[in-house]
């Protein structure tokens, strides 16, 4: 049996039927629904994805007929957007804000609002579920994430951020309806309530709430059809909706949704097949890079201070971004000049990644990527690549690497021109690849 087919996961196999057609420029042109996705060998090939519900998985088919479903690693670009948005532990969703109780959230369709949004079906979610929600995003990127990383953090407290900057804690407690439509929140803070206008409000945190156990987990996971087992997957929505997904399913018309962390949205087929532009598959012979720990991160300043090394976010902690309302959820981010150096645990037949600087450095910045391995019985280090200098707004390298089996892996990031300013180089996508003849 062939290695791809030995590696062949769940998340390839199952969910729903995806279609890949490797295009020439004249097809691409004419389905504007293809994106690139890159294949377990390396290749990025131009593709498109058709759902079309059922129970029979995943699968990926050339032009000429091949079927390749257990090769493809990830397909499309996550995209963002300053909409409101849901904001879940494990991802977020582009949707009004209909009402809040002390029990519970609803978000759907907002009858007033004359945009398209959002793409979701009305739903009521207990809090506990929900780490909060945006009613205006900043118009900074910067702030944006910084308030993204605020919404994470755990609390006792509800929190209510204002547009001005301001916030407040205490207890929410419900949403006042006038004319069908949430004008304000109250907010109980000891002895009194406040009334607090939604008009004014950018977010809302909830208070962390008690885990109700992973056997609570799993049986909110478990599916009424127990033929469908389990499929992990991360899938983006032209909406900016990011969801990290434990299962995929057909109900009538309509496509569930079942969070990892159990929580459960859906929206219209045929939203789905038109709407849906990311879809990464979680496999078990990739290993993305920012998940392994580094022996040793060193960084050399051209005159003073330290950046740090990004794993999974950019310099400043926030998302990994290469072009305006654009991110990746995986890659490393460095400044030079900066070495990573890690010890492999294992055997791996390739590094890929694509190489690229931070959108924040326009068209400035300017550095070099290097790659070196050692073996066990090495006592040197081996280059095994330096990249051409790589400057601000260019298109992304291909990064495609043979490590031969290396035991220990070394990323340097170097300036180039003008010494070390704006040089906020970035990893997208980085991970290895494990070797399917090798047992681990």
């Not at 279609?19 to 293809?34: D, E, R, T, Y």
């Not at 004319?179 to 004014?200: F, I, S």
Request: hydrophobic residues 40%; glycine residues 8%; proline residues 4%.
């Amino acid at each position: 049996m062939s290695g791809p087919v030995l590696m062949r996961t769940s998340s390839t196999r199952l969910i729903c039927s995806l279609l890949l057609f490797v295009c020439s420029g004249q097809l691409h042109a004419q389905n504007p629904l293809a994106r690139s996705g890159y294949l377990l060998d390396g290749r990025r090939v131009s593709v498109n994805v058709v759902w079309s519900g059922g129970d029979e998985g995943w699968q990926a088919v050339m032009a000429n007929g091949e079927e390749v479903s257990a090769t493809l690693v990830m397909w499309g670009q996550l995209v963002e957007r300053s909409e409101p948005t849901l904001v879940f532990a494990d991802g977020e969703v582009v949707v009004d804000f209909l009402s809040l109780s002390s029990e519970h959230i609803t978000v759907g369709r907002d009858p007033y609002e004359f945009s398209q949004r959002p793409l979701w079906h009305e739903r009521s979610l207990p809090r506990q579920d929900v780490r909060g929600f945006v009613f205006q995003w900043p118009v900074e990127t910067t702030s944006r994430d910084q308030l993204r990383n605020a919404l994470a953090e755990d609390s006792t407290v509800d929190r209510v951020w204002f547009v001005d900057g301001e916030y407040l804690d205490g207890e929410i407690v419900r949403s006042v309806q006038e004319g069908g439509r949430t004008e304000e929140l109250q907010l109980r803070r000891g002895e009194r309530t406040v009334a607090v206008a939604v008009g004014r409000v950018r977010a809302i945190r909830f208070a962390s709430k008690q885990s109700d156990g992973q056997e609570d987990k799993e049986n909110r996971n478990d599916d009424s059809n127990p033929g469908i087992p389990s499929a992990h997957c991360q899938v983006g929505f032209q909406d900016g909706s990011y969801l990290d997904v434990s299962r995929l399913k057909s109900v009538d018309d309509a496509v569930e949704i079942v969070m990892r962390s159990g929580v459960r949205l859906s929206l219209s087929a045929s939203t789905f097949r038109r709407a849906i532009c990311f879809f990464r598959p979680v496999r078990e012979d990739v290993l993305w890079l920012a998940e392994i720990v580094p022996l040793d991160v060193r960084h050399v300043p051209f005159f003073s201070g330290g950046w740090p090394l990004g794993r999974n976010v950019n310099l400043w902690g926030g998302r990994l971004r290469r072009r305006d309302n654009e991110w990746y959820d995986h890659g490393l981010a460095m400044h030079s000049t900066t070495r990573v150096a890690y010890v492999l645990d294992e055997p791996f037949s390739y590094l890929r990644a694509q190489l690229a600087l931070d959108v924040t450095t326009g068209q400035r910045g300017s550095v070099r990527y290097s790659v070196f391995t050692r073996s066990g019985d090495e006592d040197k280090w081996k280059s095994i690549y330096r990249s051409p200098v790589v400057r601000g707004g260019q298109t992304p390298l291909d990064l495609n690497l043979a490590l031969d089996h290396a035991r220990q892996l070394a990323l340097i990031v170097e300036y180039a021109d003008q010494g070390d300013q704006l040089d906020r180089a970035c990893w997208f996508s980085a991970r290895l690849v494990r070797d399917p003849q090798v047992e681990r």
